[in-house]
């Protein structure tokens, strides 16, 4: 990012730049506080050759009142005709979308075709038979645990 210096922040001030020069400038202060702390250290020093506004009120409503005729004109420009508005047909519009994919979802609930595919995901998640269930550490060391507690039972059985 390039930063300006205090001098061409200055001549900014006085109004010595090109109107595109100045825009840029303009734009940089969005975007960078140092640049920002330098413009306004410029006014401050060249506060008192800067214009003073008679009356503060009025200019304040002068410029709402420029601000909101551009406003009107952005809106509606004299030389663009608005489009004229067509109706969409029935099918393209969301309402009718919405009635295809209620339809569809009823017709696949009370054809079966979900429980078909609840039983099919089962089928795929169960364990197999034919394959030996692999025990997990855990359950092993918890299985050799109940078994040595079992023979230490057996043991105090025994003692009796």
């Known amino acids: ?26 734009s940089h202060l969005y975007t960078c506080d140092q640049c920002l702390e330098q413009y306004l250290q410029a006014i401050n020093e060249h506060e008192s050759s800067l214009p003073v506004l008679s009356n503060e009120s009025s200019f304040t409503d002068m410029v709402m009142a420029e601000v909101s005729k551009q406003k009107e004109f952005v809106e509606k420009p004299a030389a663009v005709k608005q489009p004229v508005k067509t109706k969409k047909p029935f099918y393209q519009q969301a309402s009718f979308h919405y009635l295809i994919a209620a339809a569809a979802t009823l017709l696949l609930t009370f054809s079966g075709v979900f429980q078909s595919l609840a039983t099919y995901a089962s089928a795929v998640e169960a364990p197999q038979n034919s394959q030996e269930k692999k025990i997990t550490v855990t359950e092993g060391v918890i299985d050799k645990t109940f078994a040595w507690m079992d023979s230490l039972e057996k043991k105090e059985a025994n003692k009796k």
């Open 1 to 26: 990012m390039k930063h300006y210096s205090y001098e061409e922040w200055l001549r900014y001030v006085k109004d010595d730049f090109s109107n595109k020069n100045r825009e840029e400038l303009e």
